[in-house]
């Protein structure tokens, strides 16, 4: 059931338009260097606290995700594409995910030699 505040997201990920495809380098090493910060706007005379990034911030770890403003905020800001930041999250999952297997693999051979 949509409503009018329904909004569908598609990006284009078609293989057939692809090309050099290969494992990505960036994942848990650049997802370290971004900083999660709670703030209000400005313009928010009730100061509801948020959290999320600080795009200029961010634009110097991981760029692929911002969306460069202009001069003035208030009519060009810098901007966040946070579906941008889903590769970069599931990929340092996977790395965080091979570590533990690693440790537990580690620990089960440790157990056997007593």
């Known amino acids: 059931d949509m409503n009018n505040n329904a909004v569908a997201y598609n990006t284009t990920s078609d293989a057939r338009l692809k090309t050099i495809v290969r494992p990505s ?7 370290r260097k971004i900083q999660v910060r709670d703030f209000y706007f400005t313009r928010d005379p009730g100061r509801h606290v948020r959290q999320g990034f600080i ?23 810098w901007g966040i594409d946070y579906g941008r930041m889903t590769p970069l999250l ?23 030699v007593r």
């Open 90 to 112: 599931v990929k340092a999952v996977q790395e965080l995910a091979a570590r533990v297997e690693a440790l537990e693999r580690e620990k089960v051979a440790a157990q056997r």
């Open 55 to 77: 795009a200029q911030q961010l634009h110097e770890v991981y760029p692929e995700a911002v969306s460069e403003g202009g001069v003035d905020p208030t009519t060009n800001p």
């Open 25 to 31: 380098r960036t994942g848990l090493s650049t997802l």
